[in-house]
């Protein structure tokens, strides 16, 4: 019986967890596992998988979500994704979205920093290409709207 009571404890735990926010599968094991015996976590996490209560892939849309309101790139998703333990087909079906969502997302957190001007000088250029770096935008990405923001600038010019 008493084993019994400690699931409960646990699982209302857990749940009490989720209900604050999504949780990817490992990381709730991690906060879990303070708690109780890994073979109890385990039992808890399972229970949770199979009600639906509990999904790394609805975690990692959730993450996007965030991850494009505050202007994160797919290499800095795709990091965060992996540190919380999600599965890298997961991840990949998330990030792997079609390369031009990236792009635009790119062109519009460098119109957000810094306005529709094109660059003018290389150090210009380097200060906006550091800048979606850190964002987490590929090399690729960053040329292409950079690329396209010039070929703007020449023809409004």
């Known amino acids: 019986m008493q084993k019994l009571t400690e699931l409960n404890v646990l699982?209302?735990?857990a749940v009490r967890a989720l209900a604050r926010r999504e949780h990817a599968v490992a990381e709730l094991r991690q906060r879990l596992s303070d708690a109780a015996p890994a073979k109890e976590v385990e039992?808890?996490?399972s229970l949770l998988c199979r009600a639906g209560l509990l999904s790394d892939a609805r975690?990692?849309?959730?993450r996007s979500a965030t991850a494009h309101r505050r202007g994160w790139g797919?290499?800095?998703l795709r990091r965060e994704l992996e540190a919380r333990g999600v599965a890298a087909e997961?991840?990949?079906e998330i990030v792997g979205d079609s390369a031009r969502r990236w792009v635009e997302e790119a062109a519009q957190v460098r119109c957000r920093r810094f306005g529709t001007d094109i660059p003018?000088?290389?150090a210009e250029t380097a200060r906006q290409i550091r800048f979606l770096q850190g964002r987490g935008f590929t090399m690729e990405q960053i040329r292409w709207v950079l690329r396209t923001a010039h070929d703007?600038?020449?023809e409004q010019g």
Do not use: H
């Open 43 to 45: 039992s808890v996490l």
């Open 59 to 62: 975690y990692a849309e959730v």
């Open 120 to 122: 003018k000088t290389p």
């Open 90 to 92: 997961t991840i990949d």
């Open 11 to 13: 699982y209302r735990k």
């Open 152 to 154: 703007d600038g020449l």
């Open 74 to 76: 797919p290499v800095r």
